[in-house]
C-alpha cells in the first residue's frame, strides 16, 4: 500500500536559518504530493502541492520538488520566522476505489527561536 | 469564500456513550472525508462522501460511522465510545466534477475526550 515517511523531529532551528524536512513516499502509479501544515489547536491548512514529476510547489517562501526517481518531496525555506514553527505534514493523494484519499506521514514538529 | 466548519469544537464524553460530528464543506464542494488524528497513530482515514454515498472507507470498526446529506454537509457517528477514541476528528472537503480535485481542505477539527 501507499506509504510516507518523513524525517523525525523534533526540529530547533534559529531565526533566519535553513530549514529542510525530508519526505519519501511510496506508491503505486503517480500520486499528487502535498505538504500541510498545523499550528497549534488548528486543523491542517495547505502550504503547497505538486501534481507531477519535477512540478516545484511553493508557497509563502516554503519550496519542495516532486523527484520521482528518489521518491522524494523534501520541503525547504531558505530563512525561517517564528511565526513558522508548527507541525508539517507531508501527505500524498491517489486514487483507492472511486475516490481519492489522502496518506500521511508522521509529522515534523518544527520550533523557531528567535 | 468560508472554509470547512466543524462543530462541536470540543466534547467531552464518557465510555460507552455515543457520539455526533458535524462539517459543513466549502460552498460548492461535494465530497467530504474525515480523518482521526491521535498522538500514537497519527493521522487516518476514516471514509469519504460524495453526493451523500460512501465512496471508500479506512480500517476503523463498525462503531464510526457517518452519512451526508443533499447539501453536502456530513456528519460522523461514533457509538459505544471507548477511551481510545479521545483525538481529534478533522474533515475536509474537496470540488471538481465528481469530487475528483486531488486538493483537500481542512476544517479546525472537533476535539474529543473521552473519560
Known amino acids: 500500500g501507499n506509504s510516507v515517511t518523513q524525517m523525525e523531529g523534533p526540529v530547533t532551528l534559529s531565526e533566519e536559518a535553513f530549514l529542510t524536512i525530508n519526505c519519501t513516499y511510496t506508491?503505486?502509479?503517480?500520486?499528487?504530493l502535498f505538504w500541510y501544515v498545523q499550528y497549534p489547536g488548528e486543523g491542517l491548512q495547505l502550504l503547497l502541492k505538486?501534481?507531477?514529476?519535477?512540478d516545484k510547489g511553493s508557497n509563502k517562501g516554503f519550496e519542495a520538488t516532486y523527484r520521482k526517481e528518489t521518491t522524494s518531496f523534501h520541503l525547504e525555506k531558505g530563512s525561517v520566522q517564528v511565526s513558522d514553527s508548527a507541525v508539517y505534514f507531508c501527505?500524498?493523494?491517489?486514487?483507492?476505489?472511486?475516490?481519492?484519499?489522502?496518506?500521511f506521514g508522521s509529522g515534523t514538529q518544527l520550533t523557531v527561536l528567535p | 469564500k468560508a472554509g470547512v466548519t466543524q462543530t462541536p469544537r470540543y466534547l467531552i464524553k464518557t465510555r460507552g456513550q455515543q457520539v455526533t460530528l458535524s462539517c459543513s464543506p466549502i460552498?460548492?464542494?461535494?465530497?467530504v472525508s474525515w480523518y482521526q488524528q491521535t498522538p500514537g497513530q497519527g493521522l487516518q482515514f476514516l471514509f469519504e462522501?460524495?453526493?451523500?454515498?460512501?465512496?471508500n472507507k479506512g480500517n476503523f470498526p463498525g462503531r464510526f460511522s457517518g452519512r451526508q446529506f443533499s447539501n453536502s454537509r456530513s456528519e460522523m457517528n461514533v457509538s459505544t465510545l471507548e477511551l481510545g477514541d479521545s483525538a481529534l476528528y478533522l474533515c475536509?472537503?474537496?470540488?471538481?466534477?465528481?469530487?475528483?480535485?486531488?486538493?483537500?481542505?481542512f476544517g479546525p477539527g472537533t476535539r474529543l475526550l473521552v473519560l
Open positions: 475536509a472537503s474537496s470540488g471538481g466534477t465528481s469530487g475528483s480535485s486531488e486538493t483537500q481542505y
Open positions: 506508491a503505486t502509479g503517480y500520486p499528487s
Open positions: 505538486a501534481t507531477k514529476a519535477d
Open positions: 501527505a500524498l493523494s491517489q486514487y483507492s476505489g472511486s475516490a481519492r484519499q489522502l496518506t
Open positions: 460552498s460548492g464542494h461535494r465530497s
Open positions: 462522501y460524495f453526493s451523500e454515498t460512501q465512496r
